[in-house]
T-cell receptor, first 113, second 109 residues
Framework: DAGVIQSPRHEVTEMGQEVTLRCKPISGHDYLFWYRQTMMRGLELLIYFNNNVPIDDSGMPEDRFSAKMPNASFSTLKIQPSEPRDSAVYFC???????????FGPGTRLTVT | KNEVEQSPQNLTAQEGEFITINCSYSVGISALHWLQQHPGGGIVSLFMLSSGKKKHGRLIATINIQEKHSSLHITASHPRDSAVYICAVIGGSNYKLTFGKGTLLTVNP
């Protein structure tokens, strides 16, 4: 398996623009997690899905953030409108069982100017 | 909310030294993860444990549930072990990970 795939790897956008980050989990994994990493706050869970259903979105910062998982092989994290404070590395991870080992994607480095 | 504390924040060692990184948490958990993040940014899961001890190569992870404490040990450290090591915990039936701030390890040749 190719592992967890994220795109784009880097995104630079202007404040106010819509940003869409994409993730393809490992085939057969039932859990998908979206994380954000910043220097100030470290790694934080934004939302996670089980069998394509959002289970916990308490980490989503505000209404500007939304995440979807239309099928078992694809998820998106959307920010609209983007703000400079959204600049961070966004990781997607998947696991076969919820509490078990998670496999991380390479991350998307987002810069909002 | 579980508070996860790691120590030390930064650690510099000479090649071959025995390394210990500590993690403590405030509320009972169902499992604890140790992650490694290399300078390039990629994150790899090293261990998931809920009791006792696990070993993989030169890495050993232990957990004491009563004391709410875990340690990650690296024997015969090598410059390629240089990375940020992150502790994360899961509590209850929710699979939400709460992360420590990480320990930056630098191993000099």
């Amino acid at each position: 398996d190719a592992g967890v795939i994220q795109s784009p790897r880097h995104e630079v956008t202007e404040m106010g623009q819509e940003v869409t980050l994409r993730c393809k989990p490992i085939s057969g994994h039932d859990y998908l997690f979206w994380y954000r990493q910043t220097m100030m706050r470290g790694l934080e869970l934004l939302i996670y899905f089980n069998n394509n259903v959002p289970i916990d979105d308490s980490g989503m910062p505000e209404d500007r953030f939304s995440a979807k998982m239309p099928n078992a092989s694809f998820s998106t994290l959307k920010i609209q409108p983007s703000e400079p404070r959204d600049s961070a590395v966004y990781f997607c991870a998947s696991s076969f069982v919820g509490g078990n080992e998670q496999y991380f994607g390479p991350g998307t480095r987002l810069t909002v100017t | 909310k579980n508070e996860v504390e790691q120590s030390p924040q930064n650690l510099t060692a000479q090649e071959g030294e025995f390394i210990t990184i500590n993690c403590s948490y405030s509320v009972g958990i169902s499992a604890l993860h140790w992650l490694q993040q290399h300078p390039g940014g990629g994150i790899v899961s090293l261990f998931m444990l809920s009791s006792g001890k696990k070993k993989h190569g030169r890495l050993i992870a232990t957990i004491n549930i009563q004391e709410k404490h875990s340690s990650l040990h690296i024997t015969a450290s090598h410059p390629r072990d240089s990375a940020v090591y992150i502790c994360a915990v899961i509590g209850g039936s929710n699979y939400k990970l709460t992360f420590g701030k990480g320990t930056l390890l630098t191993v000099n040749p």
